[in-house]
């Protein structure tokens, strides 16, 4: 039989992604409402381990809904990968009375939370919460639209610049193992090749698609490199290549790095947040753990942790036939 629980801890865990806040404020605004104790774990699993805990209420989340990051904090905690700091996590939840907790964040997050629940039989639930957009159970994670509009405002800049002096750009997006970030942006923002993970297209495709591009008339050209492209090495090594092979650009790189994972979230997201946190404490107070709340076809679903840490997601194929078709 299920343990009745009575407080309900939430924490950010790994890279910050925008709408982390509002995830946060919707847990905490779900136990108000439903009459549960909810406590603020700081710095993720470091701070579990630490006992760096603080009861929030539904004033403790006030104007949150918008900001980006997560006011809560996020740490990489090595400790938490051994037993013994799991179990210092767990005496730091039982001594403040801790029954359950939800965790925002990646599959790394996720795989310590199964670790967690498998070892002491503790109440887990899991919300995506990364940009990257790569965990199974979930059409959309939490700032994954903020992401991409962040990368498209920034891509629509840098083509100004691109026209204004018959430039060839390289823009490196965030996606070491997946191109959904790249994919979407590109396809947003009229890129003229996006080059990610799944489809190693060759340097050769590459140097015929920017010849197109220059014989159809164009004088300057974006493309969108995933960071775990497998082209080239880098995108600074795509920037020589090109130039010593097609000498009529004049080529620049542009790594958008960390940027992505800052600024407002969009309405997107603080709505998905928002949707997932009433769902993660109402899954709690049903006796369900071990599962991620996700959305499909516009329905909160739940996944157990098991499944949506598998694998990666699958890139969208009939996305990268649109995009195919709109760079002829």
Request: charged share 25%.
């Amino acid at each position: 039989m299920a343990k009745e629980i009575k407080k309900i801890a939430v924490f950010t865990s790994g890279g910050d992604s925008p709408g982390m806040n509002a995830g946060i404020r919707s847990v905490v605004r779900a136990c108000a409402y439903l009459k549960i104790e909810c406590v603020g774990i700081y710095r993720g699993y470091q701070g579990m381990i630490e006992g760096d805990f603080a009861p929030m209420d539904a004033r403790s989340v006030n104007n949150i809904i918008n900001k980006g990051g997560t006011i809560l904090k996020s740490a990489r905690c090595e400790e938490f990968r051994t037993a013994e700091g799991r179990k210092k996590a767990h005496d730091q939840l039982v001594n403040a009375g801790i029954d359950a907790f939800v965790v925002i964040g990646g599959n790394g997050s996720f795989t310590g939370a199964l670790l967690f629940n498998e070892e002491y039989n503790f109440p887990v639930m899991g919300m995506p919460g990364t940009i990257d957009n790569d965990i199974l159970g979930t059409t959309y994670t939490i700032g994954f639209d903020t992401a991409i509009n962040t990368v498209v405002e920034a891509i629509d800049k840098i083509r100004d610049t691109a026209s204004s002096h018959n430039r060839l750009f390289f823009v490196e997006v965030m996606g070491r193992d997946v191109g959904h970030i790249a994919l979407n942006s590109g396809v947003g923002a009229g890129a003229e090749e996006i080059l990610i993970p799944e489809q190693n297209l060759g340097l050769e495709r590459l140097l015929e698609s920017l010849k197109r591009s220059k014989k159809s008339g164009k004088s300057s050209s974006i493309v969108i490199v995933a960071e775990g492209d497998k082209t080239g090495k880098n995108v600074f090594e795509l920037k020589e290549y090109v130039e010593e092979h097609l000498p009529i650009y004049d080529v620049r790189v542009s790594v958008l790095g960390h940027m992505q994972r800052g600024g407002n979230p969009t309405c997107f997201d603080r709505v998905l947040a928002s949707r997932m946190g009433v769902k993660a404490v109402e899954s709690l107070l049903e006796g369900k753990s071990n599962y991620m709340v996700g959305i499909r076809d516009n329905n909160l679903i739940l996944t157990p942790i098991a499944e949506a840490i598998k694998a990666h997601t699958d890139i969208d194929e009939e996305l990268i036939r649109v995009s195919d078709i709109m760079t002829t």
